[in-house]
């Protein structure tokens, strides 16, 4: 079966420091592989996704992920951090075939970005 | 637009009562999602409409019914529920039920059973 996961509960980082989340997975097959954010009291927001071609992928916010096959990761990353980045990361992998397909999710890293 | 709208966004029901949340998209997508989620977890699958019609029920209790009038529209419909069913329910849609298609997610409704 595939999973994901997101060893950090807890990301702090200092305003205007690179950040770096966290996800390893496991996959059989080819992974698809997803980042959402959830600010406080939101639904969640699509950030970006890996699904083939480039091991980096650029998303929403001026965040990335960079793909690596090797090390099964799919780390989340932003140069510089924001405040307003504050917020719960969750990882996600697409399993299931045909229309029985769904999104496995990890348990989340929340970020804290200190002004 | 990527807008996914849910109503209402807060809702307190009885455990006798019945209600309904409602959900809708305008983005043409195919599939459509509802999930529960407890504080800081990840979202639970509860259902997928592909086409409008049922493909995944992740085993939810009876006192939780979906419905897909049509391919713009998701309704859960809420009957005789329980104290933990209070938590904040979101609907998702995707432009189709593939691997590659992300999800775009409704605000939720945040639901109190008392």
């Known amino acids: 079966a595939q999973s994901v996961a997101q060893p950090e509960d807890q990301v702090n980082v200092a305003e205007g420091n690179p950040l770096t989340v966290k996800c390893t997975y496991s996959?059989?097959?080819?992974?698809?592989l997803f980042w959402y954010v959830q600010y406080p009291n939101r639904g969640l927001q699509f950030l970006l996704k890996?699904?083939?071609?480039d091991n980096l992928v650029k998303g929403s916010y001026g965040f990335e992920a960079e793909f690596n096959k090797s090390q099964t990761s799919f780390h989340l990353k932003k140069p510089s951090a924001l405040v307003s980045d504050s917020a719960l990361y969750f990882c996600a992998v697409r399993e299931g075939a045909g229309n029985n397909r769904k999104l496995i999710w990890g348990l989340g890293t929340s970020l804290a970005v200190n002004p | 637009d990527t807008e996914v709208t849910q109503t209402p966004k807060h809702l307190v029901m009885g455990m006798t009562n019945k209600k309904s949340l409602k959900c809708e998209q305008h983005m043409g997508h195919r599939a459509m999602y509802w999930y529960k989620q407890k504080a800081k977890k990840p979202p639970e699958l509860m259902f997928v409409y592909s086409y409008e019609k049922l493909s995944i029920n992740e085993s939810v209790p009876s006192r939780f019914s979906p419905e897909c009038p049509n391919s713009s529209l998701l309704n859960l419909h809420l009957h005789a529920l329980q104290p933990e069913d209070s938590a904040l329910y979101l609907c998702?849609?995707?432009?189709?039920?593939?691997?590659?298609?992300?999800?775009?997610f409704g605000p939720g409704t945040r639901l109190t059973v008392t």
């Open positions: 996959v059989s097959g080819n992974p698809y």
């Open positions: 890996y699904i083939t071609g």
């Open positions: 998702a849609s995707s432009q189709g039920g593939g691997s590659s298609y992300e999800q775009y």
